[in-house]
Nanobody, 123 residues
């Protein structure tokens, strides 16, 4: 059972990136998915969530209107489209999966975690 986050890189302020979270060994259809990030010297923070039931989504205020989460169950993958990136978005981004998550912003609710992908926003 493994989650693989990818798609990070160096981008200029105002640019875009799309992160992917691919699952192996299990089917993402049955799991709620969250994206978290951790900037250097800071605690991990919740970024976004998508439900398994109706693909309803939620976003942290800091990314609302700029980031979009989506899922492609046929590809067993969840995406995080990030637009209008800012230097403060620089962090390692992690995807996580869990079942029947109640409080989407709390990391202990999620059972499986990917290894993280680094996003650097800098000119």
């Amino acid at each position: 059972v493994q989650l693989q986050a990818s798609g990070g890189g160096l981008v200029q302020p105002g640019g875009s990136l799309t992160l992917s979270c691919a699952a192996s060994g299990f089917t993402l259809d049955y799991y709620d998915i969250g994206w978290f990030r951790q900037a250097p010297g800071r605690e991990r923070e919740w970024v976004s969530y998508i439900s398994t039931s109706d693909s309803s989504a939620a976003y942290a205020d800091s990314v609302k209107g700029r980031f979009t989460i989506s899922r492609d169950n046929a590809k067993n993958t969840v995406y995080l489209q990030m637009n209008s990136l800012k230097p403060e978005d620089t962090a390692v981004y992690y995807c996580a999966a869990g079942e029947n998550i109640v409080v989407v912003t709390i990391d202990v609710e999620y059972e499986y975690w990917g290894q993280g992908t680094l996003v650097t926003v800098s000119s």
